[in-house]
């Protein structure tokens, strides 16, 4: 251990260039392998450190929705509650007023939290319930982005030829389509009519609409490096060997890839998050009444002036935690690469 | 370069082609009986109105026949809306002033924001400024369009009465108008690219520092100043460039979607969004070959910029 700098240590603090830097690792870090050099350079990096564990706290408050629901709150997520009232302070007041204004943050835990939307919903509860829900579906739609891409890439790198001519016509042709009209044409297809075993807008389909949205943008990249690959000797000496063409490639360029896999699902999630809720805005995503940030804020949109904070809350919750991913992962991507060899783009 | 454009534009023929064969099959298969006859009849139609529908705009014919004709109809401008009942081409023309507005200003606000934004990071990589500039690109490459939108429209607009609440005015209405109605969108849409480009640019700028054509330069004697607007920058914007004329095709045929419903302006996209809630096959078939048709115009445009901006690529 002693020979791993530490962000305190005179050696970090007296390199001033990158360079320096990764000279001074080099020197230290004999016999380290990447994953756990990257595990430093990610330890020194306090702000993404940070973000990360932020990003970890929402999680863990959302998926303790139903604790708040049902032991603080007393109400669930699609409870109305227009006509009733509710004690602020002494004084009781309409939870919806007579010309349909909800109330506003009461800040007392136990009932109206962040007070109410105009059906009288507690928006704090909807609030990590829609939160579970989309992160739910951004966690959905990443994994599948990540999978069918990888495979793509993967096929149309290694195998060249037909098969890459098809599936990068295959991809381009969904790349052509502008992220969220494509998104609206799948969803309105799915929730008008289903296609194959799917039928509605589920949750489920949501994500999956989302998720192939995507492929291309991770795909392409993937593909990129698989052909880089290709050429290098080490595949030929496993050809030699007579590995067959799957154990090649799931155990000599797989490896390889999972940089580039490791930083992309980071980026992906954010997207994926920031995906369903412009989609959810516009009404092919989740639908009503089912929380999701999404049509908290396309909502609380329409009750703008009176009830602003039906649009701010949703709004910054959803806000943090796609910041909170995306700083993280730009420390990802610092510390698997700080030389940005993994080049992100729309090549 | 003569069979390169040829290539490219077979190319895109395909691409066009494949495009709106799958958006039309989308439709038919979504509709019922692929039929739309039953929208158009209403809700109290007979099945007897409803076949004489069917028969009158030819949607008993086989499938690929009513591709072909949706299709001649399109090229021909004469297709309309079964919808809507207006001609395509005219409602797209309607649409087009507000996207192209819209699209073509944030454009430019973009990519003249990032390129500062992105060398002043560059220059001060590591100091006070660069991680301030990171921290504001990251918050707006986090913020969801509507809600940045929502935001402005209540404290701009509503409280503090600097805005509009939103609408459309043409220029040749009224100049004034049409600029103070298009702050808030211009400002709305660019900061999510802000965001990505300015990024993109700085790390690029740093890369391209630490080239040896840039330490010749300096050892050469030249300014700072001199280097950075010569050398450096002139190869750091072919990227951006490149990805600028991409990005723009993308939100001139439909990615301003959002921001055109927060801020009710009826462009293109508002059209396009419009047109998939109604299932309304024609219109949406033809925004789709209009948004692929200039993602792919503008691609090759780009390429061609690309091999005019480095020689290296042109001598492949």
């Known amino acids: ?77 699609y409870t109305q509650n227009i006509t009733g009232t509710v004690k602020v302070g002494g004084k009781v007041e309409d939870i919806v007023s007579l010309i349909g204004i909800p109330i506003g943050p009461t800040w007392q835990l136990h009932h109206y939290f962040l007070g109410a939307d105009d059906n009288g919903r507690d928006v704090a509860v909807r609030l990590l319930y829609g939160g579970r829900n989309s992160l739910e579906i951004g966690a959905v739609a990443t994994l599948m982005t990540m999978l069918l891409a990888t495979i793509c890439g993967l096929l149309a790198g290694y195998f060249r030829g037909l098969t890459d001519g098809i599936i990068s016509r295959v991809l381009d042709v969904i790349w052509a389509y502008p992220a969220v009209l494509l998104g609206i044409v799948l969803g309105t297809v799915l929730e008008v009519h289903g296609l194959g075993p799917f039928h509605g807008t589920t949750l489920l389909s949501t994500a999956i609409v989302i998720g192939f949205v995507y492929v291309p943008y991770v795909a392409k990249p993937i593909r990129a490096q698989v052909l880089a690959m290709r050429d290098r000797e080490f595949v030929d000496a496993a050809r030699q060997q007579g590995l067959s063409h799957v154990r090649i490639m799931t155990t000599e360029i797989l490896p390889n890839l999972a940089s580039t896999i490791i930083v992309f699902i980071p980026l992906i999630l954010a997207n994926a998050i920031l995906t369903e809720a412009g989609l959810t805005f516009l009404g092919a995503g989740v639908q009503p009444p089912n929380p999701s940030w999404g049509t908290m804020i396309s909502d609380g949109i329409s009750t703008i002036p009176a009830a602003f904070h039906n649009v701010l809350i949703p709004g910054i919750m959803l806000v943090l935690a796609v910041l909170s991913v995306n700083v993280f992962g730009d420390g990802l991507r610092d510390a698997l690469d700080p030389r940005a060899k993994i080049r992100l783009g729309k090549e | 370069m003569a069979r390169f454009l040829v290539r490219r534009l077979m190319v895109m023929v395909a691409l066009l082609f494949v495009i709106s064969l799958v958006t039309f099959m989308l439709f038919i298969v979504v509709l019922p009986n692929g039929n739309p006859a039953a929208l158009l009849a209403g809700h109290l139609a007979t099945p007897a109105e409803v076949h004489l529908i069917s028969v009158r705009y030819g949607f008993d014919k086989p499938v690929w026949v009513q591709y072909v004709k949706t299709m001649a109809n ?3 401008g004469s297709a309309y809306s079964y919808q809507s009942g207006f001609n395509v081409l005219d409602e797209i023309r309607a649409g087009l002033p507000a996207t192209l507005s819209l699209s073509l200003g944030a454009g430019f606000i973009w990519l003249l924001t990032s390129i500062l934004v992105g060398t002043l990071a560059a220059i001060r990589a590591g100091r006070y400024t660069d991680r301030v500039l990171t921290l504001l690109s990251m918050v707006g490459v986090s913020m969801p369009v509507f809600f940045f939108g ?25 100049l004034t108008g049409w600029l103070w109605h298009l702050v808030a969108p211009w400002l709305t849409l660019s900061i999510l690219f802000i965001g990505i480009y300015s990024r ?6 740093l890369d391209t520092i630490n080239e040896d054509f840039v330490r010749t330069a300096k050892a050469k004697g030249l300014s700072g100043r001199k280097v950075l607007l010569r050398h450096v920058l002139r190869n750091s914007l072919i990227p951006i460039i490149s990805l600028w004329g991409l990005d723009l095709a993308q939100v001139i045929g439909g990615g301003a979607i959002l921001t055109e419903s927060v801020y009710n302006l009826h462009g293109v996209g508002y059209l396009a969004y419009q047109s998939v809630s109604h299932l309304d096959t024609v219109t949406l078939l033809s925004i789709v070959m209009l948004t692929a048709l200039a993602v792919v115009v503008l691609g090759a445009l780009t390429e061609v910029f690309y091999a005019f901006l480095d020689p290296r690529i042109r001598l492949q």
């Open chain 2, 150 to 174: 929502a935001v402005l429209i209540y404290f701009a607009g509503y409280k503090w009465g600097i805005i509009p609440l939103g609408g459309y005015v043409p220029w040749t209405q009224s």
């Open chain 2, 200 to 205: 993109i640019l700085r790390s690029t700028i």
């Open chain 2, 74 to 76: 399109i090229f021909d």
């Open chain 1, 1 to 77: 251990m002693r020979y791993f700098p530490t962000g305190r240590g005179p050696t970090a603090l007296a390199a001033e260039t990158l360079d320096e830097t990764l000279e001074i690792e080099q020197d230290f870090t004999l016999g380290v392998g990447p994953y756990k050099l990257a595990w430093l350079r990610l330890r020194r990096n306090r702000v993404s450190l940070a973000f990360g564990v932020l990003f970890l706290l929402i999680v863990v408050l959302c998926l303790l929705a139903p604790v708040y629901s049902h032991d603080i709150a007393n109400i669930g997520p």
